[in-house]
């Protein structure tokens, strides 16, 4: 192995630019992934952040017991698809109201009585903001006399769910199409990195070294370029993040699984070009 790694770093420097080239090429073609993996990430997290508003309101009755709230919440928390439920006074949801909408300050501010109803807010839990869980937990509060209506947003809900859909779809299908486009430009720097080390293949053939003997030092080499292209890669996606993020509107960085998956992934294509391009090149000579 150590003779195998020598080899690789030697031929790294016998062709440096090659070499170069080869791991600008792993580069350009994970840099391409990198920035797909950054706008995809981003916009993962602006739909959870949005799903999390998912709630089911249920407004309570004017003139109800406190028992019967009490029952009505209890029953609500028991529900599987629900992770809390937090109880707005009247006086708390004027107030809500009164920040969120500057006009209601004016239009109730003067008025002896509060007319915003007392109400309790259901949140739900991940995986369970589906118009399908939604509506069952609508229609179990509606059940209850303590309540005088049950919303959710109805339409809203069925137009996030949908648009998580497509997302995930779109990013299945391009992820997937970028993925094999990136292996596709490795393969081919790689083919033509070992094809013009011909000359060094064939007289290591004449000396008697076996295939796997001449194996070792590509697949290390393609090891090496491909892991230093990784690097680049992400090295590229970070400045164009940083650029992004303070000149057009603020970003978050992939998480640190995805840069080292990143760079693995670099070398993983390379090992994987370098052993399909010297079997075959080890095959027609």
Do not use: C
Request: aromatic share 10%.
């Amino acid at each position: 192995m150590m003779q195998a790694l020598r080899e690789a770093f030697a031929a790294i420097r016998r062709a440096p630019f090659l070499s170069a080239l080869s791991a600008a090429m792993v580069a350009l073609a994970l840099f391409v992934v990198g920035l797909f993996g950054l706008v995809t990430y981003n916009m993962h997290q602006a739909l959870t952040r949005v799903e999390e508003r998912v709630e089911v309101v249920a407004y309570i009755r004017e003139g109800a017991r406190d028992d019967e709230v009490q029952v009505a919440r209890d029953v609500l928390l028991g529900l599987e698809e629900v992770s809390a439920v937090k109880h707005v006074s009247k006086e708390e949801a004027l107030r809500i109201a009164s920040e969120d909408v500057p006009e209601f300050e004016e239009i109730f501010g003067d008025l002896e009585v509060n007319p915003l109803p007392a109400s309790l807010e259901v949140e739900l839990h991940p995986g369970y903001r589906t118009p399908e869980s939604v509506e069952r937990v609508a229609a179990a509060a509606s059940l209850h006399d303590a309540f005088e209506d049950v919303i959710f947003g109805q339409e809203w809900v069925d137009r996030l769910y949908v648009l998580r859909t497509v997302a995930a779809v779109t990013t299945t299908i391009l992820g997937t199409a970028f993925a094999v486009v990136a292996a596709l430009i490795i393969a081919t720097a790689v083919r033509i990195a070992i094809f013009a080390r011909g000359d060094e293949i064939r007289i290591m053939r004449l000396v008697g070294a076996t295939n796997g003997f001449i194996r070792r030092p590509f697949l290390l080499e393609g090891f090496l370029t491909g892991a230093i292209g990784g690097i680049l890669a992400i090295l590229m996606t970070y400045v164009a993040f940083l650029s992004a993020d303070r000149l057009i509107f603020p970003l978050e960085w992939i998480p640190l699984e995805w840069v080292f998956g990143g760079i693995l992934t670099g070398a993983g294509f390379g090992i994987v070009a370098s052993g399909f391009a010297i079997r075959r090149y080890l095959q027609e000579v």
